[in-house]
């Protein structure tokens, strides 16, 4: 993002002005929240919509519940609202700050954030979306579970940057193979499970043996033994079941325990 021209003014702009992108970048307004900011409202402390002014038009990408509940209290009709406007952000730079945005706005969804950053065109996030479409799945920004839809996104977007496109794909792909696309194989933990046993034995392990000996169970294994275990930490817990699972009663087969 481009910061040497920006230029940033407070102006007080009529609400019927102000353009909210949910077609693009934005999420949907949240009247339960738009209430709650509306029965707590103190103009003394309230925030100032970010609004980017782009082609003669008022784009608001942080701020719209406010603007709703001022509205609220004004009985539902426009009114002049003081914001702060941007001049000279692209459409890009408006997602990618909508996706970074802090402090009092309400907390984005993973799925919201990501959307935005694909909007945004981040390139971390589209080589992560490229990489899970590659095996077959695709990534539901509505986070609804379903066959081969992975909701999960912020542990698998962390996991892909952590452990990289080859390997996150690798692992990926493997569940697929041996669950095509179950919802339970997708939960967070299996899948952080399922992406960490192959990072940490990369290169050493056999992709059909791991693939065969998942498929003999049903994904919800991984996730409720894992957390009913309490002698090992965090993600750990799946890793092991993964591990568990993978060595059976084999002693020729079996891997060495890293964790």
Same mark, same amino acid.
């Given at each position: 993002?481009?910061?040497? =021209?920006?230029?940033?003014?407070? $102006? ?7 353009? $909210?992108?949910? #077609? ?5 307004? =949240? ?9 707590? *409202? ?15 038009? &008022? ?10 509940? %001022?509205?609220?209290? =004004? ?5 002049? $609202? ?15 700050l909508f996706a970074q ?12 954030? *990501? ?25 539901d920004c509505k986070q609804? %579970? ?26 990926? %792909? ?26 940490? &034995?990369?290169?050493? &392990? =056999?992709r059909r043996r791991l ?10 294994? $991984?996730?409720?033994?894992? %957390? #009913? ?8 817990? &799946? ?21």
């Amino acid at each position: 993002m481009n910061t040497k =021209n920006l230029i940033c003014k407070e $102006i007080r702009i009529d609400s019927n002005a102000l353009e $909210i992108p949910r #077609a693009t970048y934005q999420r949907e307004l =949240n009247m339960d929240r738009v209430h709650k900011i509306a029965a707590e *409202f103190d103009e003394r402390i309230a925030n100032e919509p970010k609004v980017s002014y782009r082609g003669g038009r &008022y784009y608001v990408f942080d701020g719209q519940h406010t603007i709703a509940a %001022r509205k609220l209290l =004004n009985g539902g009709k426009d009114l002049p $609202i003081r914001c702060k406007v941007f001049y000279g952000l692209t459409e890009s730079d408006e997602a990618l700050l909508f996706a970074q945005q802090t402090g009092a706005s309400a907390r984005l969804t993973a799925g919201a954030k *990501f959307r935005a950053l694909i909007y945004g065109g981040d390139k971390e996030a589209l080589a992560f979306l490229k990489a899970t479409e590659s095996v077959g799945l695709c990534v539901d920004c509505k986070q609804t %579970r379903g066959v081969k839809r992975l909701a999960c996104i912020a542990t698998a977007f962390e996991l892909y940057k952590k452990v990289g496109g080859e390997v996150y794909r690798e692992a990926m %792909r493997a569940i697929v193979d041996a669950w095509g696309g179950d919802p339970d194989s997708l939960r967070a933990e299996t899948v952080q499970g399922v992406v960490e046993f192959v990072d940490l &034995y990369y290169g050493e &392990y =056999n992709r059909r043996r791991l693939v065969t000996r998942l498929r003999q169970v049903d994904p919800l294994t $991984i996730f409720r033994e894992g %957390r #009913a275990m309490t002698s090992l930490p965090g993600y750990k817990r &799946y890793l092991y079941q993964v591990y568990r699972l993978y060595n059976g009663s084999s002693a020729k087969t079996a891997l060495p325990m890293k964790f």
